[in-house]
């Protein structure tokens, strides 16, 4: 042989060699990669048995919540009769008729009707814009609340004018009936 081919020969096999060498670093650097995925792999699948555990525990929060609603509704229910959601305004059935003149009790006032109501007991005579400071609303809706009074609750209120304009109240005797004094 000559040594052309020897030195042909040689540089095939340095070259087969660098090559080797390069497929080992690469097949080193896949292995890597791959322990690298799995590590990442076992870490999603960790956090997603978190999330998992985290929305069973809301889930069952949830639920215990609304098994408590509905115990607690029916213990509301057992003691009033019907459950109604609490309105500003009376229901028809709530409300008596206009002609009829039935008894009012606090406790049929809801809301601010209630705290309206609660006001002229307490207080006294009102006018509209200091009811409406107080309870934070136009004037215009204390109108309506007091008409409402008025109208489905048969409550007498009255209204008087003095120096600080026009103001209104109940009278004294409807509060004693309202609270039962005699």
Sequence with gaps: MA???LDAILKEFLDFGTVKSDISDISNNVKL???KIVEIE???DYLAKQV???NNRIDSVA????EQMEIFSEQIGDKT???QPKTEQPSVDQA???NEKTPVLLSN????YREILSLLINEGFFTYSKLADRLSISQSRVRAYIADLKRYYSVPITSIRDNEGVKVGISPEFVNQILGVR
């Design 42 to 44: 076992k870490q999603l």
């Design 52 to 54: 998992l555990e985290q």
């Design 3 to 5: 040594q052309a081919d």
């Design 109 to 112: 006032a809801t809301g601010r």
């Design 63 to 66: 639920q215990y919540m609304t």
């Design 81 to 83: 009769g019907i459950i």
């Design 33 to 35: 990669i791959s322990s």
């Design 96 to 98: 008596p008729k206009q």
